[in-house]
């Protein structure tokens, strides 16, 4: 921490110790990048302008702040808040503009910085510009909170879904986790009408009902990849490619929700399923550079043969009817 004035290093002291009660002078050196000599004089410049610091000693003694310390709500340095105001406007644009729920919070936060500190995220924010992201989706903050705290408690839930199609039902779950993905906010939980595991958009979440029933997590649960697994399986239509190379070069090209990759000799064939054959087809598997072929399902074949046809047309000197639209085909807008 060179270069760093006296005064910034005793701002740090007490950002340590209110962070981690009990640090030893041997940690706090570390922290602050200085001898335990100087360390120890940082946690006297407190003391001197009145602000409690207790020494406990022993095995698990050390530095901590005593009752009566009048502290701000928090302190950060001017590093600290423009990271904290980049991360904001890169998950969601609109807070650019001082309007909506996360926007209004951002600009009481600048508000209640300090000017030395604070005057850089007022720049930032007003001359950065955000592009939105169409495909971008936000889950309540008030229905995410509901889940994070079953989640907590251990506690069952009855939530209210509606589908992309429309379709609304209510199911009791035991909710093993809250998973952003993608700048998507899932629930991760065991569904009590399926008996299986199911992971819900929080977005399409409409309303939760905390019931009184416990349940115990799976002792080994990696949230994460579980996720991950289940978006590639029990979808509506099924999916199965051959891969025209060895496992180990198309791997790396293969994510966990387009389904299981496994070896075939020296080929590999991904099973799965998927609710979007087009998107599959166009964004996934076109972006594979090794020949295959689709055993399965017929919606899938469609899906890359229609795909072959219109990219075939590109190319050809007489485009002919290959290159027209096909019926069910979205127009833009729909």
């Known amino acids: 921490m060179e270069n760093v004035s006296p005064t910034a290093r005793a701002l740090r002291t007490l950002d340590i110790l209110r962070d981690r009660p009990g640090t030893t002078a ?3 050196a570390a922290g602050l990048g200085v001898t335990e000599r100087a360390a120890r004089r940082y946690v006297e410049v407190l003391r001197e302008a009145g602000i409690p610091v207790e020494s406990v000693r022993g095995p698990y003694g050390g530095y901590r702040l005593g009752r009566g310390a009048r502290l701000p709500a928090v302190v950060f340095t001017q590093e600290q808040v423009l990271g904290l105001v980049m991360a904001v406007l890169d998950g969601q644009p609109a807070a650019i503009d001082a309007d909506g729920l996360v926007g209004a919070a951002l600009s009481k936060l600048i508000r209640a910085l300090p000017d030395n500190v604070g005057r850089q995220a007022v720049v930032l924010r007003t001359y950065a510009a955000a592009a939105a992201d169409r ?14 705290t079953a989640v907590a408690d251990r506690r069952r839930v009855a939530v209210g879904y509606t589908t992309e199609g429309g379709t609304s039902w209510e199911v009791e779950v035991d909710p093993w986790a809250v998973v952003v993905r993608h700048g998507r906010w899932y629930l991760l939980c065991h569904s009590h009408r399926a008996d299986a595991v199911r992971t819900y958009r929080i977005d399409r979440i409409g309303a939760v009902r905390h019931l009184p029933q416990p349940f115990t997590p799976p002792a080994d649960l990696d949230p994460v990849a579980t996720l991950e697994a289940h978006l590639g399986s029990g979808w509506r239509y099924p999916t199965r490619v051959v891969f025209h190379e060895p496992y180990e070069r198309v791997a790396p090209w293969v994510g966990p929700t387009m389904g299981r990759l496994e070896p075939a000799g020296e080929r590999c064939v991904l099973t799965g399923s998927t609710t979007n054959t087009r998107m599959y087809a166009g964004e996934w598997l076109a972006a594979v550079p090794f020949g295959f072929t689709v055993e399965e399902g017929p919606e899938l074949r469609a899906a890359v043969a229609a795909l072959a046809a219109r990219l075939t047309a590109a190319v050809a000197d007489d485009p002919g009817p290959a290159a027209a639209r096909s019926e069910d085909e979205p127009r833009p807008g729909q």
């Open 135 to 148: 495909r971008a989706v936000h889950a309540d903050p008030i229905t995410t909170s509901a889940l994070v």
């Open 26 to 28: 041997a940690q706090l």
